[in-house]
């Protein structure tokens, strides 16, 4: 299984950026979600999807600016990021599982993982 990612960068306050992440090697359907590591903080779950589409989660810190979206046909997902500010600035990784399923309430565990997308938000 490889996870892609493509996107990030910097950005003034108040910006937008968009991540994309292209999963590959998976043979079956697979939960997929954005997480966030800023320096010296714990890393956070973003927002994920589940394995059907149905369920979606976000973080109190993004609802309302993020959306997070993908595309099975492309086997990519994508997080939009909309009115960013400097505590949004971390590396943000991409990742997968074929068995988890994210609730209304957390992303969950993920066994695979993108290399990492630096996201500077400059005030």
């Known amino acids: 299984v490889q996870l892609v990612q493509s996107g990030g960068g910097l950005v003034q306050s108040g910006g937008s950026l968009r991540l994309s992440c292209t999963a590959s090697?998976?043979?079956?359907?697979?939960?997929i979600g954005w997480f966030r590591q800023a320096p010296g903080k714990q890393r956070e779950g973003v927002s994920c999807i589940s394995r059907s589409g149905e369920t979606v989660y976000y973080s109190n810190s993004v609802r309302g600016r993020f959306t997070m979206t993908r595309d099975r046909a492309k086997n990519t997902a994508y997080l939009e990021m909309n009115r960013l500010t400097h505590e949004d600035t971390a590396v943000y990784y991409c990742?997968?599982?074929?068995?988890?399923?994210?609730?209304?309430?957390?992303?969950?565990?993920?066994?695979?993982w993108g290399r990492g997308s630096q996201v500077t938000v400059s005030s």
């Open positions: 090697g998976f043979t079956d359907d697979y939960s």
């Open positions: 990742a997968a599982d074929p068995l988890n399923d994210p609730t209304v309430a957390l992303c969950g565990a993920m066994e695979y």
